[in-house]
């Protein structure tokens, strides 16, 4: 089984910048693509960011573009998030996804699109 382990969640003020990263372990993952997806409170889960895995295309949630900057190491299976200018509405639970096969692009931003989830860190941005 593949484990997913996030780490580098926080508290930060408003304006300021925040790094997570996603380990994969256990069973051998080649990924296909890895992202983030992040849950605030009372709201449904939502896609923030995504890396294909071969040639590292990414992909952001309009919420966070020009902000947030996804990237990977190929070498240990590792997805990084730098958050930077933060703001009380990047505040939640931040998950780590990783997708075996390619279900098509359109699935890279969906939930429905990756196999293997984190146990979420959270990040709470103060005003």
């Known amino acids: 089984q593949v484990e997913l382990v996030e780490s580098g969640g926080g508290l930060v003020q408003a304006g300021g910048s925040l790094g997570l990263s996603c380990a994969a372990s256990g069973r051998t993952l080649n990924p296909y693509a890895m992202g983030w997806f992040r849950q605030a409170p009372g709201k449904e889960r939502e896609f923030v960011a995504a890396?294909?895995?071969?040639?590292?295309?990414?992909y952001y949630a309009d919420s966070v573009k020009g902000r947030f900057t996804i990237s990977r190491d190929n070498a240990v299976i590792t997805v990084f998030l730098q958050m930077n200018s933060l703001t009380p509405e990047d505040t939640a639970v931040y998950y780590c996804?990783?997708?075996?096969?390619?279900?098509?692009?359109?699935?890279?931003?969906?939930?429905?699109?990756?196999?293997?989830w984190g146990q979420g860190t959270q990040v709470t941005v103060s005003s």
């Open positions: 996804a990783a997708a075996r096969y390619n279900r098509g692009t359109l699935y890279i931003t969906r939930e429905s699109g990756y196999d293997y």
């Open positions: 890396i294909r895995w071969s040639g590292g295309s990414t």
